[in-house]
């Protein structure tokens, strides 16, 4: 479901496949172990996943509000197809901004 790289202070999470609630919750469990490490970079890479249900879309929501309000800062690259669209949504209805970390 998801692979971790952590590089230059970024921690960078893979998914893979399709995104349901259950998945929301053990990314949640995986970033919080990362921001009590000190972390607060983080890349969500959504490019291998192929489809995102609406348990699983309000999870990643849900986690990005909850690690913000703990200092980490997200950026979601590689949405597309159905995940994309369905991201491209929130973020236009939540008014979210990606931070640039380059």
Known sequence: MQKVAVSNGKVTLKLTGNLNISDALMLRETLSGYLAQGHRAFVI???????IDGAGLGG??????????????????????????????VQHTQGAKNPDYN
């Open 60 to 89: 990643l929501v849900g986690i990005q509000d909850q690690m913000s309000k703990k200092g980490g800062k997200f950026i979601f690259q590689g949405q597309q197809g159905v995940s994309g669209g369905l991201y491209e949504l």
């Open 45 to 51: 890479d959504l490019s291998d996943v192929h489809g």
